[in-house]
């Protein structure tokens, strides 16, 4: 059960990974779109700006459950290279429970901000005045999904020989 668990969330970061790179390669289409809009035709534009910003803040959240599932972030090894396996492994345990805790934190005050601003009606500060709840999806899926990421690791930790 443990293993399917694993499975299912290291897919499940995947899949969040494949949109997260579709956002960017829209906000980048965008801008084209945005720059070929403004100096060729000479016309304003109203939601270009708003939706570049929102996707590709959306494509952080959304990837970043991935980048922890492949090792992406960066670190540094020097402490790893000098302590024993048994050691690196603690190491490693303890800083997985400290960035789930932080990552279960950032889930609850999101969704908090996400319930909100649903329920609320609230919209965005810019032209575009699209509802606030949209832009603001991708944090409490982002953070719950690398919070689950976080368990999966640990337990991939704890059934490491």
């Known amino acids: 059960m443990i293993q399917k668990f694993i499975v299912n969330v290291d897919r499940l970061s995947k899949l969040l990974a494949v949109v997260s790179v579709l956002l960017l390669v829209a906000a980048m289409l965008v801008v084209c779109q945005l720059i070929f809009i403004r100096y060729v035709f000479r016309s304003p534009t109203i939601w270009h700006t708003d ?3 929102y996707a590709a803040t959306a ?3 959304l990837g970043a459950p991935y980048v922890l599932l492949t090792k992406g ?3 540094v090894d020097v402490i790893d290279m000098l302590i024993s396996a048994r050691t690196k492994k603690r190491l490693h345990f303890i800083g997985g429970l400290a960035g789930l805790a ?3 934190g950032m889930f609850i005050a999101s969704a ?3 319930t909100e601003a649903l329920h609320g009606g609230w919209e965005t500060p810019g032209v575009w005045k ?3 709840w949209l832009p603001t999806l991708p944090m409490p899926l982002g953070f719950g999904l690398l919070s689950l990421q976080y368990v999966a690791e640990l337990l991939k930790l704890r059934t490491e020989a």
Do not use: D, N
């Open 51 to 53: 939706f570049v910003v």
């Open 59 to 61: 494509s952080i959240f």
């Open 73 to 75: 972030h960066v670190g």
């Open 102 to 104: 932080f990552c279960f």
């Open 112 to 114: 908090i901000y996400f």
């Open 130 to 132: 699209i509802p606030l």
